[in-house]
């Protein structure tokens, strides 16, 4: 069955519909609630959460919407709803000083043996405040004004944390390339 006919089906409450969506979605929703949370079974219980909050309002959804990405925006939504309630203060702990730098520049990957594991591992690796930016901007697509919403941050607060973020990261890419340069050597 096409999603659009499956999301008809779920409408109708079709328990087998609501199945297939679940398979076919359940790992990219997971994923992005991992990437937020940094804790399976936090992200497993967001999950659950989040399709079952879909599936109850699913006669909300036009036919040929990307239901995979409504699930994905409501496990992020969640997500960022258990940081919250897990740890008030992350948000707190940000710096409200500004910082002048170009937060649109790519140049974040200088170097060919860095690799989109190597990214999302160092991410992972970030601090809270700054992954849950970095994660939302790089791999979710949200743009700086829609994190500050989500985040209930100043857009200034967002930048300034992305940019922080970046520097760190840049930081681990060059401390992993230098630790590849010694290997090689030691390794002649």
């Given at each position: ?6 999301i ?13 969506l679940?398979?076919?979605?359940k ?8 990437r ?18 879909g ?42 000083i ?21 990214i999302?591992?160092?991410?992972h690796?970030?601090s ?5 930016i ?16 989500e ?5 200034s607060?967002v930048r ?12 681990m ?16």
């Amino acid at each position: 069955m096409k999603e659009e006919e499956l999301i008809k089906e779920c409408k109708k409450n079709n328990y087998t519909a609501q199945m297939q969506l679940y398979n076919m979605h359940k790992r990219q929703v997971f994923n992005a609630s991992w990437r937020i949370l940094k804790n399976k079974q936090d992200a497993e219980d967001v999950l659950q959460d989040s399709f079952i909050k879909g599936f109850r309002k699913v006669e909300q959804l036009k036919d040929d919407t990307n239901i995979g990405a409504w699930f994905k925006r409501i496990a992020i939504n969640r997500s960022l709803d258990v940081l919250r309630k897990r740890n008030k203060q992350w948000m707190d702990d940000v710096d409200e000083i500004e910082i002048e730098a170009d937060v649109n520049s790519d140049d974040l990957i200088e170097e060919e043996s860095i690799t989109i594991d190597l990214i999302k591992e160092c991410i992972h690796n970030l601090s809270e405040k700054y992954r849950v930016i970095l994660t939302l901007y790089l791999i979710e697509n949200y743009n700086h004004r829609e994190i500050s919403e989500e985040l209930q941050l100043k857009e200034s607060t967002v930048r300034n944390q992305y940019i922080r973020g970046k520097k760190k990261l840049k930081e681990m890419f060059h401390k992993h390339r230098s630790h590849e340069f010694k290997a090689m050597h030691t390794a002649k």
